[in-house]
């Protein structure tokens, strides 16, 4: 299983919403991203977990919430979104260090 | 701070000829990777090529090849026998390893457009 599994493939939510975005790896990957990419624009890293832990945060508003029960699974928690945070979220993957991303098909966020 | 840069926002090809996409970038780092990233309308990023700094040998992948020029800091994309299925975003990605994971930047992109 070479696959990256990100869940929903579609959302759309209110500013007041909370919702929560899912990926999945099977792969035995010990790094986990979060990329936010608008429309025209390259992926913009926002997350990165090593081996369960938070690795990287590129200063990200609080509105977004990462989290990583396990060594498979990387949450997104969404809270009080703006329109401009609408976008394609991509969760990728990794071996290690010196690997390539594994990129899941995106969330497809839309916030009203 | 890396920075990655694609000074061409679109191009076009003819099916069956030759592209290349060109890719500029700034580090100090002397241990990294270089990658070209294909996303179509998909949006599904998809591994095109990697090509290792330490490396002296460009990276090749069937129809795809790469001209890495270490001391320039240019790292090329040549898609020969261009396919309608090439159409896609292109971008071309920094990539600086870290302990048990890696911090991955992306240029801009270039939007290619095969032509039957």
């Known amino acids: 299983d070479t696959e990256v599994t990100q869940t929903p493939k579609h959302l759309v939510m209110g500013m007041t919403n909370k919702k929560s975005l899912k990926c999945e790896q099977h792969?035995?990957?010990?790094?986990m991203y979060w990329y936010k990419q608008k429309a025209k624009k390259p992926p913009e890293l926002m997350f990165v977990?090593?081996?369960?832990?938070?690795?990287i945060n590129e200063s990200v508003p609080s509105r977004f919430s990462p989290e990583c029960p396990n060594s498979s699974l990387l949450n997104l928690h969404l809270h009080a979104l703006q329109p401009e945070d609408s976008a394609l979220y991509l969760c990728?993957?990794?071996?290690?260090?010196?690997?390539?991303?594994?990129f899941g098909s995106g969330t497809q966020l839309s916030v009203l | 701070a890396q920075t990655v840069t694609q000074s061409q926002p679109e191009m076009s090809v003819q099916e069956a000829e030759t592209v290349t996409l060109s890719c500029t970038y700034d580090t100090s780092e002397n241990n990294y990777y270089l990658f070209w990233y294909k996303q179509p309308p998909s949006r599904q990023m998809i591994l095109v090529i990697r090509q290792e700094a330490y490396k002296q040998q460009n990276a090749t992948e069937n129809r795809f090849s790469v001209n890495f020029q270490k001391a320039a800091k240019s790292f090329s994309l040549k898609i020969s026998d261009s396919q309608l299925g090439d159409t896609a975003m292109y971008f071309c990605?920094?990539?600086?390893?870290?302990?048990?994971?890696?911090?991955?930047?992306f240029g801009a992109g270039t939007r290619l457009t095969v032509k039957p």
């Open positions: 990605a920094f990539m600086k390893p870290l302990y048990n994971n890696n911090d991955m930047r």
């Open positions: 990728a993957s990794s071996q290690g260090g010196d690997e390539k991303l594994f």
């Open positions: 792969m035995g990957h010990r790094a």
């Open positions: 977990y090593s081996y369960e832990k938070l690795s």
